[in-house]
């Protein structure tokens, strides 16, 4: 890949005001489309037209590992970005991602954890070491705010003060907004800070510390999206339970503020989504796991099922 042709570098300048994690999806995504179009005869930016982006699009669809339409759609919006910056800087003459839309996927119902998997995933227990401690915190932030990974990793220790109830977050389009803080996250706060966090680095971290980071992996570096995923899945794991992906516990995080009774424009401010549309998704997820428990528990459940 030419980056000095495709102006990358320029590009990734361009970013420097948008979160360490909005950078590097960006660039990795945008990686991505120009060895593909390199590989189509495409040398620089100037050369992509719409027909090509829109071969993209189909390839990303239907090539052996094929991308969800929600990934297709994440990655479609960095090409806008980029080649909307080029076409403001002038480079190019024309947006070849206008009137380009990513794939529809099917509406599909997050699969959230059960009152009873989020008590024995948080059982109370004191942290075994600072690793422990470090995994426990990593997905209580997650349930307990409702973070998307993104904005976990994309956390500074700066963004905490463990006597208040909330926490500012850089979210999608780094927009910032305030989440909560529940107490069992205050609690792990208040051990991890400073002197867990200390612990951590000197009896795990082999390389140089993130200093801005409030959680780091075992090179200092923050936590990335697969240290998140595989956090996750040891703690599931050793508790029985079945594997879930991180974003399944803010999914949870929303259908039970539902479920408590909260006001559903107050989950969509507290989630972030720009649109109530998003959010009224959570609606049809308690329905359906009231459905669910009906059927399985009510004496004629099964025959209303049927």
């Not at 119902?109 to 989020?118: A, G, S, T, Y």
């Not at 949870?252 to 998003?278: K, M, N, P, S, Y």
């Not at 998704?281 to 329905?287: D, E, L, N, Q």
Request: charged letters at 25%; one cysteine or more; a positive charge.
């Amino acid at each position: 890949m030419n980056e000095e042709t495709w102006r990358v570098k320029e590009f990734g300048l361009f970013l420097t005001a948008s979160s360490t994690a909005t950078k590097a999806a960006y660039e990795s995504d945008l990686t991505g489309f120009i060895n593909w179009s390199e590989e189509r005869g495409c040398p620089d930016a100037l050369a992509v037209q719409r027909n090509d982006v829109r071969a993209w699009v189909a390839n990303e669809s239907n090539k052996k590992k094929p991308s969800a339409p929600a990934t297709i759609a994440r990655k479609l919006s960095a090409l806008r970005r980029y080649f909307g910056w080029l076409l403001g800087e002038g480079h190019i003459k024309s947006d070849p991602t206008v009137n380009i839309s990513a794939p529809q996927g099917d509406a599909r119902l997050p699969r959230v954890f059960q009152h009873r998997e989020i008590d024995r995933l948080f059982a109370l227990a004191i942290p075994k070491n600072p690793l422990d401690l470090r995994d426990r915190l990593t997905i209580e932030l997650l349930y307990g705010s409702g973070l998307r990974v993104a904005e976990l990793c994309g956390l500074d220790i700066t963004n905490l003060n463990t006597e208040r109830v909330a926490m500012e977050v850089l979210g999608k389009g780094d927009k910032p907004r305030k989440v909560p803080i529940n107490a069992p996250s205050r609690q792990l706060l208040n051990l991890w800070i400073p002197e867990g966090s200390q612990a951590f680095d000197q009896a795990y971290v082999s390389g140089t510390r993130d200093p801005t980071a409030l959680l780091v992996n075992r090179r200092g570096n923050r936590l990335t999206r697969s240290n998140v995923r595989r956090i996750l899945l040891g703690l599931l794991r050793a508790k029985g339970l079945t594997d879930r992906s991180p974003h399944a516990l803010r999914h949870t995080f929303a259908t039970h503020l539902l479920e408590g009774g909260a006001d559903l424009r107050a989950i969509q401010e507290v989630l972030g989504h720009a649109d109530l549309a998003t959010t009224q998704i959570y609606t049809h997820v308690s329905r359906e796991e009231l459905r669910e428990v009906h059927t399985k528990y009510h004496p004629r459940g099964k025959q209303t099922a049927n």
